[in-house]
């Protein structure tokens, strides 16, 4: 194996648990618990990430040596690790739950790169910790395969988000009622490995900040500053309420990327909301099939849809105001927390009409745009559409000819098609007296277009035909997924099956358009 340089600040700096005491508890005062991962029967490599791997300098037999397969299956230390399970709070679907922290991921250790790049070796589902709170601490194959393959196609796209180097199993069985229906059964257990420069979460800061705890929250945010904001440094008096306008910003342009690109992650507590604003925690998300503002994969959150496609922008704004009430504390006066917020609205707003004029391709966005996007998601709905293939579809639409015809291929419903034609043609001629007034050259609206309208996405049958397929012991297609998702927005020759719209037989499925918390 190389030898990794490791540099465990966190672990340096911030207070741990002065207990090792088996068994779930209340940790006070500490930020994190030393844990061992617990080991496995049969570690073995399924999939993982080249490019990741590269990044921490992994060649190709290391990463086919048994010590990989034992490392990152949670049964052997490399030199320099030091695990441990992050305590955090949150609130969970709109209630503060408490002390929540890694019930079941454990961090090996921060890596540094060559390129001086810090990056935390995460293990998600390597066994219990002090934060399990009676659950196992394991994760299964499907979920686990779920999150390798968007934490990369995330990463293609250009959008924030953690890493992940590798997917390993376990060799071990996973008992999971999958729809929480009184059906428990037994499934392959997973591990992930999971990578990003930070972990901390707003939960972080809400449980110092619930406890009471003004000490240990400065502590924590010192740190972060000093560790993931280091450009901050200097800022004098104005420090936290710069810092907390930079994740205010983030925030704001991830939520416009995800919009963009049709992506509901499904559990937007504040527990899996990154301080850099990274996309955190990949659990029951999907990505938008037939248009539909309303929609949310979570079936756990079906009835109230507090984290439906549409609501995800507002959500993070009260998930801010959340972790500016647990920062107040550090404020003299709340001016900054407040302007902040405003930040977010600010950001938001300007990130939407930049995505506006990507996904048209306009030079830029003129009074009247914003409700021309908007008439065409009404219709888009109705119509019952998808949203990857219509938008992708306009890349090659021609002005001269506003016709419905060549995007026929993005419609779901024959009869709806037909119903709402008359009012989609309307919006094409609207939209070709629009291009016919834009300065922007045909070849630079479509590239701009094609950058900003993948062709390919994380369909959610698409990584369910993978599940199926690793669960009866092939994992073909997970490689060929994580390969076409490397280069989302390129046209792929021969690769067309992985853009076509979602099939019928998966419309009501379990997995592909309805799935829970249960992981
Ligand atoms: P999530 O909704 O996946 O972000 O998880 C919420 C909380 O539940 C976190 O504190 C997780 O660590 C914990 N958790 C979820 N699944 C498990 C599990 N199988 N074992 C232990 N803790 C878990
Ligand atoms: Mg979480």
Redesign the pocket.
């Known amino acids: 194996m190389p030898s990794l340089l490791f540099d465990n600040v966190l672990l340096r700096e911030l207070p741990g648990d002065c207990s090792d005491a088996p068994g779930p508890r209340e940790v006070l005062d500490a930020c994190y618990s030393r844990v061992m991962p617990t080991p496995v029967p049969a570690p073995r490599l399924l999939a993982h990430s080249a490019d990741m791997a590269a990044t921490l300098g992994f060649g190709v037999e290391e990463l086919a040596s048994d010590a990989f397969a034992r490392v990152f299956g949670g049964n052997a230390l490399l030199p320099g690790m030091q695990p441990s399970a992050a305590n955090y709070g949150g609130h ?1 679907f709109g209630v503060w739950a408490g002390q ?6 454990i961090s090996l250790g921060e890596v540094l790169t060559v390129g001086g790049k810090r990056w935390e070796l995460q293990l998600k589902g390597a066994g ?1 910790t002090p ?3 009676g ?5 299964v194959l499907r979920s686990s395969i779920r999150e390798f393959l968007c934490s990369e196609a995330m990463h293609h796209l250009g959008i924030p988000t953690t890493r992940a180097l590798c997917l390993v199993g376990t060799g071990e069985q996973v008992v999971r009622d999958m729809l929480y229906d009184g059906h428990p059964r037994a499934e392959p257990g997973a591990i992930v490995c999971r990578a990003a420069p930070s972990f901390i979460r707003f939960g972080s800061f809400e449980l110092p900040a619930a406890h009471g705890d003004t000490a240990l929250l400065r502590r924590l945010a010192d740190f972060t500053i000093r560790r993931d904001f280091p450009h901050l440094a200097g800022h004098g008096e104005g420090l936290y309420g710069d810092w907390f306008g930079e994740v205010c910003a983030r925030t704001a342009r991830l939520m416009a990327d995800w919009m963009r690109v049709g992506f509901v992650h499904g ?1 937007m ?1 504040t ?2 909301m990154s301080i850099l604003g990274l996309t955190l ?1 990949y ?1 029951p998300y999907g990505w938008i099939e037939d248009y539909d503002p309303d929609w949310t994969p979570n079936t756990t959150d079906a009835q109230r849809r507090r984290y439906r496609y549409e609501q995800q922008p507002d959500v993070a704004w009260w998930n801010l105001s959340r972790l500016a009430a647990a920062l107040a504390p550090l404020f003299g006066d709340i001016a900054p927390l407040q302007a902040g917020l405003d930040r977010y609205v600010a950001v938001y707003a300007e990130a939407d009409r930049a995505s506006i004029v990507a996904k048209l391709g306009l030079a830029a966005c003129r009074d009247g745009d914003t409700a021309l996007m908007q008439s065409l998601h009404d219709l888009l709905h109705e119509a019952e559409v998808d949203m990857t293939l219509w938008f992708r579809g306009l890349v090659d639409f021609d002005p001269q000819r506003p016709a419905l015809e060549p995007l026929h291929d993005a419609f779901y419903d024959e009869a709806k098609r037909r119903a709402q034609e008359p009012a989609l043609v309307d919006w094409l001629a609207r939209y070709a007296a629009r291009l016919a007034d834009d300065p922007l050259p045909v070849a630079e609206r479509r590239a701009r277009m094609r950058a900003a309208n993948p062709r390919y996405v994380l369909r959610n049958y698409l990584a369910q035909q993978a599940i199926e397929r690793a669960e009866q012991g092939d994992c073909g297609g997970i490689h060929e997924l994580l390969d076409v998702l490397r280069r989302p927005c390129d046209e792929q020759a021969g690769r067309e099956a992985f853009a076509r719209k979602r099939p019928d037989w998966a419309r009501h499925r379990p997995g592909c358009s309805m799935l829970s ?1 249960s ?1």
């Open positions: 969970q929540l922290g890694d019930g079941r991921a219990p934060y399990s709170r659950a196992d601490g394991r994760a559990v507590n527990d899996n925690d659990g918390c992981s």
